[in-house]
T-cell receptor, first 109, second 117 residues
Framework: GENVEQHPSTLSVQEGDSAVIKCTYS??????FPWYKQELGKGPQLIID?????GEKKDQRIAVTLNKTAKHFSLHITETQPEDSAVYFC????????FGTGTSLTVIP | DAGVIQSPRHEVTEMGQEVTLRCKPI?????LFWYRQTMMRGLELLIY????????DSGMPEDRFSAKMPNASFSTLKIQPSEPRDSAVYFC???????????????FGAGTRLSVL
């Protein structure tokens, strides 16, 4: 089956700096790559997604890039704010979702 | 819409007891998923349903776990008997088929935090 690896497991950045989280996947048939944000005590919430026919997608301060050849995709958050502090999960999907192990992001005011 | 609703939010029980977790998906959604989240293993898919029918239960860890979906608006995950290693946060998620499950956004509930003593 699919194997999704996510790095780093923890990330601390100063407010206003950028944060980058990277994921790799193993199944070249995966064609949908969502990113979820999980705040303390809540369920994961979709923040952005990308499909395999697109290389990059941006939504305000959040962007995701996909390299199908290398089988990796990344989440980029610019101008980070304290409310961006949360755990972020990547996932790869062909049929069902396979999640990465999560990145705990802390934005230091 | 109220989103995916799970109950209870917290459950504390003793080893050997039966535990039932409940989920109400978003109205109109035709897929329902049960996940388990632990620090060690992250988010694991346990089972998912399509139109109330179980499609893949390969993630269910043992026969002690069972899930049902008697109708489109309700699902249960049952653990009998429960063990301390079942302690985790259990999430339910639902999605609407838009032409292939891989294209469907999954909406998660707030989860049930289970502690088995």
């Amino acid at each position: 089956g699919e194997n999704v690896e996510q790095h780093p497991s923890t990330l601390s950045v100063q407010e206003g700096d950028s944060a980058v989280i990277k994921c790799t996947y193993s199944d070249s048939a995966s064609n949908y790559f969502p990113w979820y944000k999980q705040e303390l005590g809540k369920g994961p919430q979709l923040i952005i997604d990308i499909r395999s026919n697109v290389g990059e997608k941006k939504d305000q301060r959040i962007a995701v890039t996909l390299n199908k050849t290398a089988k990796h995709f990344s989440l980029h958050i610019t101008e980070t704010q304290p409310e961006d502090s949360a755990v972020y999960f990547c996932a790869a999907s062909k049929n069902q979702f396979y999640f990465g192990t999560g990145t705990s992001l802390t934005v230091i005011p | 819409d109220a989103g995916v609703i799970q109950s209870p939010r917290h459950e504390v029980t003793e080893m050997g007891q039966e535990v039932t977790l409940r989920c109400k998906p978003i109205s109109g959604h035709d897929y329902l998923f049960w996940y388990r989240q632990t620090m060690m293993r992250g988010l694991e898919l346990l089972i998912y349903f399509n139109n109330n029918v179980p499609i893949d239960d390969s993630g269910m860890p043992e026969d002690r776990f069972s899930a049902k979906m008697p109708n489109a608006s309700f699902s249960t995950l049952k653990i009998q008997p429960s063990e301390p290693r079942d302690s985790a946060v259990y999430f339910c998620a639902s999605s609407l088929n838009k032409g292939g499950m891989s294209k469907n956004i999954q909406y998660f509930g707030a989860g049930t935090r289970l502690s088995v003593l």
